[in-house]
């Protein structure tokens, strides 16, 4: 059963998006209206977006959250009386994309874990520049490892176990 204009505040149970969580983003248009049609179908609103089975943005943004969907799906599913398919209806970049340099979008914000081989290799430059007397302090260091070095992580890795074995 679907509804799409039932008053605020009805006591009524739709059931086309019953068991679904959905996150809404703040700056939609008409966010409340889609809220309520989410609401009165079944569908709950869930704060953060890592519970949602659904993240729902605006299409016309440039800074809508990676996997979300444009709110035309709740409009598109409530109108067919079915779920549509979500990825009709693409909001922001699709999950697993990369980012273009400079974009809006924020990265990630955390870090892939250092391997032991990663520390050793680490310890090993640290290790070396102290007995060369060079300051070890701050980024600095590191900056100088991906100068002299280059590369990706694993090829710097490779350069200095090779390093290290002479």
């Known amino acids: 059963m679907v509804y799409d204009n ?3 505040g009805a006591d009524i149970d739709g059931t086309l998006f019953k068991n679904k969580k959905f996150w809404v983003a703040q700056r939609i248009p008409m966010r409340s209206h889609f809220l309520h049609l989410i609401k009165i179908n079944g569908g709950e609103i869930v704060p953060l977006e ?7 943005a605006d299409h016309a943004r440039k800074d809508a959250p990676v996997g979300s969907i444009s709110y035309q799906f709740i409009e598109s599913s409530i109108d067919k009386g079915e779920l549509t398919n979500p990825a ?19 990265s990630k914000g955390s870090r892939k874990a250092y391997t032991e081989e990663d520390d050793r290799v680490v310890c090993q430059w640290v290790h070396d520049c102290v007995r060369r007397g060079e300051s070890c302090t701050g980024n600095a260091i590191y900056k100088r490892l991906e100068q002299e070095v ?10 200095l176990l090779t390093e290290a074995e002479q």
Do not use: M
């Not at 280059?150 to 350069?159: D, F, K, M, R, Y």
């Open 50 to 56: 890592k519970k949602a089975h659904y993240l729902i």
């Open 150 to 159: 280059g590369g990706t992580s694993a090829e710097i890795t490779s350069v």
């Open 6 to 8: 039932a008053p605020k």
């Open 88 to 106: 009709d209806y693409p909001a922001g970049p699709s999950a697993g994309t990369i980012r273009e340099v400079g974009s809006a979008i924020p």
